[in-house]
């Protein structure tokens, strides 16, 4: 029997596969202090797909123009194999990924972290708001807006990297996508 969670994980396993074929998986890049003895189980992707699913905020970190970092917390969605995030075209976030599209992006959580590094791609965003709107009520109890001068952001995975405080180094992953 098919579940509507087996439905939709294996929607996003068909989203990841098309949009980045072959994830390897592996130990991220870790100082010899960290690393034991050789590994061959990480963490699943269902463990970074879920908290990512599940998160109310994302903290999407990018550079100024002259190199100075800058983050911000904002509202968003993973979905089919992507984080969808919307911002004003004015802010220092957006003015930042015009200039530089490379972006990380971090959950709350010290304890049990999942971090997406990408390229912000703008998308349409009334487009985006049809698709994401029963979503938006769902996760954040309001309709899915589409502001003046606002815009909106897909962020594909190029590199995921998760952990769990508990079990670090351990369980350290990295997941790199093509």
Request: hydrophobic share 35%; net charge positive; charged share 25%.
């Amino acid at each position: 029997m098919t579940t509507p969670a087996s439905k939709r994980s294996r929607r996003v396993k068909e989203a990841l596969t098309s949009q980045n074929p072959g994830p390897t998986v592996g130990v991220p890049d870790m100082p010899a202090m960290y690393q034991g003895k050789k590994r061959d189980k990480f963490l699943p992707w269902s463990h970074a797909e879920q908290r990512l699913a599940r998160s109310r905020n994302y903290w999407i970190c990018t550079s100024r123009p002259d190199g100075r970092p800058h983050s911000a917390p904002v509202w968003g969605f993973w979905h089919e194999g992507a984080l969808y995030f919307g911002t004003h075209r004015e802010s220092r976030k957006a003015r930042n990924i015009a200039h530089n599209p490379r972006v990380s992006v971090h959950l709350e959580s010290g304890d049990d972290v999942v971090i997406v590094e990408g390229n912000a791609d703008e998308v349409d965003q009334r487009a985006l708001a049809r698709q994401l709107d029963a979503l938006c009520r769902k996760k954040y109890g309001m309709p899915m807006m589409v502001m003046p001068d606002s815009m909106a952001f897909r962020v594909r995975p190029r590199f995921v990297l998760a952990w769990t405080e508990k079990d670090f180094p351990n369980n350290a992953t990295r997941w790199q996508f093509r």
